[in-house]
């Protein structure tokens, strides 16, 4: 059935946004549990089954590895199938796995349930899903979008926490998952099914919403580039982005499921260590829009290398056991840093690659990240075991935040604007025959489709129409 956009054709609104209204709550329920409140299930799962905090967080672990394993192969799916559908069924696995785990008796079987199929169903509703969609249905405006996306994270890391931490304490965390589960499961594929669709062009709209200029079509229709498995495979940048971004995903990660427990640590009750939490989250909210509002101005890795820096510098801090105003402070740099990372690691792909993989690099750069993210976590709970505090975790941390710039630094990630300007230069430059026994003196870049002259046209290649 053909989606009837009168409404949006007489220019009252564009269709964009209401899809990245959908997937931005989807996220926000999906990774608001997975990642932002896994540290409240810390203490009382491992207390009601009797383990110690590096085997809990194997938890994160097996979550962490679903994820990244099923990434690939999902972003395939993406690529070809329905997004309404993947969204649907993804929400409905990710609730029935919640549900059952609240019933789980062994933790062998919780960590099953993770495994499958809460950790595959999450990556297919949350991360892939969201900027995905984005990608698909922004371009010149992409970064923004994509930051306004990655605000989910920041706002379930308000919500989410504070929701669950209270129904846990109140009701335990075995009917808060139950409940949560359910209800999302149910909200979620509903606004799926009737609001998600494919691609601007499913519904007969241009991308963004207005006609793009001679200039942005060349760049767009450059955007539209479909990347053969095996080239993505043996891609340096494929690569060299999934290291970048995968070192301050992994310490994301660890700190995530440390910080709650850490708090407890420095004898803080469980709401003011939970406010450590919500405290990143709300600055990250800025974080995000201004790294998704720079993103589509400046090169990223201008980007990458000031997330390093204060990343750095946050870890530091963490080391020398600052006072709790200190350590609220030093939790407002966190959260710029890791308000920026998704935005600069989703456009960084998108600029790099375009739409039409999109979900396969995404899966790619995702299964890259989960040696990294699953080291760090295990590593986490083990410096804890060993020593009783995770200053030693800081200090490594530390160390690995510059590594992240460094990696990304070869790879070229201008600005949308300032790609769609070289792609029309390049263009522009190209000589055509003025006989059919001629050949062009410059052969056509390969970034341009070499049967579409239209393009050269309309970019104001000379020679073209005359």
Not at 85 to 113: D, E, H, K, T, Y
Not at 224 to 246: C, E, F, H
Not at 433 to 461: D, Q
Request: glycine share 8%; net charge positive; with cysteine.
């Amino acid at each position: 059935m053909k989606l009837k956009v009168s409404s949006y054709k007489q220019g009252l609104i564009y269709y964009g946004w209401f899809i990245l209204a959908v997937v931005f709550m989807a996220q926000m329920m999906t990774v608001g549990l997975t990642s932002y409140s896994f540290g409240l299930f810390v203490i009382p799962v491992s207390s009601e089954f009797g383990l110690s905090r590096a085997d809990t967080n194997i938890g994160l672990m097996t979550i962490i590895g679903g994820m990244s394993f099923g990434a690939p192969f999902v972003g395939l799916v993406l690529d070809r199938v329905s997004a309404r559908l993947v969204m649907a069924v993804s929400v409905v696995g990710f609730a029935a796995g919640l549900i059952a785990i609240s019933f789980a008796s062994s933790p062998l079987l919780v960590v099953a349930l993770l495994a499958f199929p809460v950790s595959l169903c999450a990556i297919s509703s949350s991360h892939l899903m969201t900027s995905t969609m984005v990608s698909r249905w922004f371009y010149a405006r992409r970064g923004q979008a994509l930051g306004i996306a990655a605000l989910s994270a920041s706002v379930s890391g308000v919500l989410v926490v504070k929701t669950l931490s209270y129904f846990i304490e109140h009701v335990g965390w075995r009917l808060t998952l139950r409940t949560y589960g359910a209800f999302e499961g149910v909200l979620i594929a509903v606004l799926a099914l009737l609001i998600i669709r494919d691609r601007p062009a499913d519904i007969g709209v241009p991308i963004d919403g207005i006609e793009a200029s001679a200039t942005e079509k060349v760049a767009i229709k450059a955007d539209d580039r479909v990347y053969p498995w095996r080239q993505l495979l043996t891609s340096r940048d494929v690569w060299l982005i999934a290291l970048a971004t995968g070192t301050l995903m992994s310490i994301d990660y660890a700190f995530f499921a440390s910080l709650v427990p850490y708090g407890r640590l420095r004898g803080l009750p469980a709401g003011q260590a939970a406010n450590l939490m919500a405290t990143i989250s709300t600055v990250a909210f800025g974080g995000k829009l201004l790294s998704g509002y720079l993103c589509d101005r400046i090169d990223k890795r201008w980007l990458m290398t000031a997330v390093s820096a204060l990343m750095f510098v946050f870890m530091m801090i963490l080391a020398s056991h600052p006072s709790h105003i200190v350590l609220l402070l030093a939790c407002m740099t966190a959260g710029l840093a890791i308000g920026a990372t998704m935005p600069v690691w989703y456009a960084s792909l998108a600029q790099r690659f375009g739409t039409r993989s999109y979900g396969a690099v995404l899966g790619l750069t995702l299964a890259v990240h989960v040696p990294l993210e699953m080291m760090t976590v295990r590593f986490a709970g083990v410096v804890f075991d060993r020593t009783g505090g995770y200053e030693v975790m800081f200090m490594t941390f530390a160390c690995m935040a510059p590594v992240a710039a460094l990696l990304l630094s070869p790879v070229s990630l201008p600005s949308p604007l300032a790609a769609a300007r070289g792609r029309a230069r390049d263009a522009a430059s190209i000589t055509l025959p003025t006989s059919t026994n001629s050949m062009p003196s410059v052969p056509v870049p390969e970034i341009l489709p070499r049967n579409n002259l239209a393009i050269f046209r309309r970019a104001g290649a000379p020679g073209l129409g005359q």
